[in-house]
């Protein structure tokens, strides 16, 4: 289910929040509403961790992640970065990375699998990616925008790209990313995806000014409507046990 | 048919809008630069003339002697960026660009903001948004306009905003007048807002005031339904800003008064108001402002004024001098 929200007067929830599949990071500062929101979806399920990145609240777009790891800017301090590894789960890695492109979640998008990355990025910065996230990697523009994790937003079950994004690109990225992509928009119009949505496999949060219908086809495309994280145990569970005995 | 200008008030001379240190810098450099004659009123309906060269400064003569010649060579920017800023009714694509000016309206209280804006930009008959000419960036620099609290009593941004204030006054004599004007006189009073970016150039403000004020007397004979008619027939303005008061304003005057003065007004037109005004109070702002070292005996507060609708044209008159002397 999507659920709405505001970050103090701001709808751009994805820029002080990023969610994933084993965690989920919360700016330190907003009224506890918006704290209480995620925690009321998620408690039961997944840690929800208030933190702050280089004393900034704006960690939705300096950090990456998914399931398997955490990728921080070098701008990130020693306490934050401890207190991470405390709070989150310990298959989690958590990484500081010394790139110059330092807001992360603006230069890389992902989910358990696959990453677009921003054309400029280190080499180094890639493997990193490749070794911490457990992902592939592709170097991509998003409608010829190079910040390709701001205009995009993908879990493992479908993903929500730039509204300019021709059908060739569309096809081409559905293609490498292995997902069913839409192009579309988040709080009325806004073509910043990322910055005003957060995502992962069974939930996503957006700002209040989405439009009932722009969620509706949030919540088609990511096939949240059915989706408990319970689901997707369930269904994992089918395939792996083989016979009762 | 209607009598509303064709959005066309274009500055012929150049304008810096960027958004920096060194845009104010090329503001103050700019505004040594005069008008060769005063802006006529019957401009409101003449289509801008053919654009300047890119050059900017060819129009002018340099008829001011006092000139100062700041070279802008911070950043190693070269020239004066040349700006049209243009004055447009607003519309409702206007959201995005609307929503962020009044982000801080009533300060960190979480309320129906969105609302607040369409509610504005549904009003075309009477507001002003600023852009500037044939950008296709589409960015938005400032919006003016005047609510009628009667007739948008019912909406809920209203309601918000009228209890946010009546919340937030702490004293005791104003706060009878405020009560007042939102419940029993709201039909007379109207919402002034108005706000924009920091570094908006000055010389826009008497053309953007003249636009409303006009717009608003005009909708008074304009609007098709006598009931709108009169929701423009103002008696009152009211106005939530901010300013930034000296912590010690309590204390008693010395002899030798320091420099400092008691209130700093973040707008020119803000001085202009209070001055005028029939009654004002501040109140506390939770939000944290950054300290800088000029501001450091300074607190950041709001200022609520009330102002008679027939100081208009007083207003209008003063702001012109004000920001021509400057």
């Known amino acids: 289910m999507a659920t709405r929200l505001q970050f103090e007067n701001s709808c751009e929830v994805g820029v002080f929040s990023k969610l994933t599949n ?97 054309t400029d990025l280190d080499r180094e910065t890639e493997e990193m990616i490749a070794d911490v996230l457990g992902v ?17 937003s993908f879990s493992n ?17 559905s293609t490498l990313l292995q997902v069913p992509l839409v192009a579309g928009t988040v709080n009325r119009g806004s073509e910043v995806i990322a910055a005003g949505l957060t995502v992962n496999d069974w939930t996503a949060f957006c700002g209040s000014d989405t439009t009932a219908t722009e969620l509706s086809v949030i919540e088609s495309v990511f096939k949240l409507r059915e989706a408990q994280p319970s689901a997707i145990v369930d269904e994992m569970r089918k395939s792996l046990i083989d016979s009762y005995v | 048919m209607p009598r509303k200008p064709t959005g066309r008030h274009p500055l012929m001379k150049p304008q810096p809008f960027s958004f920096s240190p060194f845009g104010r ?41 006092s000139e100062k ?8 920017f070269e020239g004066v960026i040349q700006a049209d800023f243009s004055f447009f009714d607003p519309k409702p694509d206007d959201f995005h660009g609307v929503k962020p000016l009044l982000g801080a309206y009533l300060d960190d209280k979480q309320w129906d903001l969105s609302g607040f804006v369409d509610l504005i930009l549904s009003q075309i ?30 909406h809920k ?32 009073v109207g919402l002034l807002v108005t706000q924009r970016v920091a570094n908006l150039p000055p010389q826009l403000l008497p053309p953007l005031y003249d636009a409303l004020f006009d717009e608003v007397s005009w ?53 202009i108001f209070h001055k005028l005004s029939s009654w004002s109070f501040s109140f506390p702002l939770r939000t944290q402002q950054v300290a800088t070292h000029e501001l450091k005996n300074y607190r950041l507060v709001g200022l609520v004024m009330a102002m008679d609708a027939n100081k208009v044209s007083t207003f209008r008159q003063l702001l012109k001098s004000l920001i021509n002397e400057e």
Do not use: W
Request: net charge negative.
């Open chain 2, 219 to 271: 909708a008074t004979e304009d609007e098709p339904t006598e009931e709108l008619r009169n929701s423009f027939r103002f008696k009152f303005y009211l106005l939530v800003s901010r300013i930034y008061k000296n912590k010690n304003a309590n204390q008693e005057r010395r002899p030798n008064s320091s420099s400092d003065e008691a209130i700093i007004y973040i707008k020119p037109e803000d001085e």
């Open chain 2, 69 to 76: 010649s700041e070279s802008s060579e911070e950043e190693g």
């Open chain 1, 136 to 152: 592939e990697v592709f170097r991509q523009t998003i409608a010829g925008n190079i910040l390709v994790g701001s205009y995009c």
């Open chain 1, 157 to 173: 079950r479908g993903g929500l790209v730039h509204p300019h994004t021709s059908i060739e690109d569309l096809d081409e990225l």
């Open chain 2, 125 to 154: 008959t009477v507001g002003t948004v600023v852009k500037i000419e044939n950008n296709e960036d589409d960015g938005l620099y400032s919006v003016v306009t005047a609510l009628n609290l009667g007739r948008y009593k019912d």
């Open chain 2, 157 to 188: 941004c209203i309601m918000e905003i009228k209890e946010f204030l009546l919340k937030v006054c702490q004293e005791k004599e104003v706060l009878e007048n405020l009560r007042s004007f939102v419940v029993e006189q709201a039909h007379d």
């Open chain 1, 22 to 118: 084993a965690y989920c990071l919360v700016a330190i500062g907003g009224s506890e509403n918006f704290y209480s929101t995620f925690e009321g979806e998620l408690a039961d399920v997944i840690p929800v961790v208030k933190t702050s990145i280089g004393g900034t609240g704006i960690i939705g777009r300096l950090c990456a992640g998914n399931k398997n790891g955490l990728l921080l800017p070098h701008t990130t301090t020693d306490q934050e970065l401890q207190q991470l590894r405390n709070s989150l789960p310990d298959q989690v890695v958590v990484q500081r990375i010394e790139e110059r492109l330092s807001a992360l979640g603006n230069c890389i998008a992902c989910n358990d699998h696959v990453a677009l990355t921003h």
């Open chain 2, 25 to 65: 810098s090329v503001a103050r450099v700019a505004s040594a630069y005069k008008l060769k004659g005063q802006m006529p009123g019957s401009k409101f309906h003449s289509k801008n003339s053919p654009n300047t060269p890119g050059n900017g400064f060819v129009n002018h003569a340099l008829e001011d002697g």
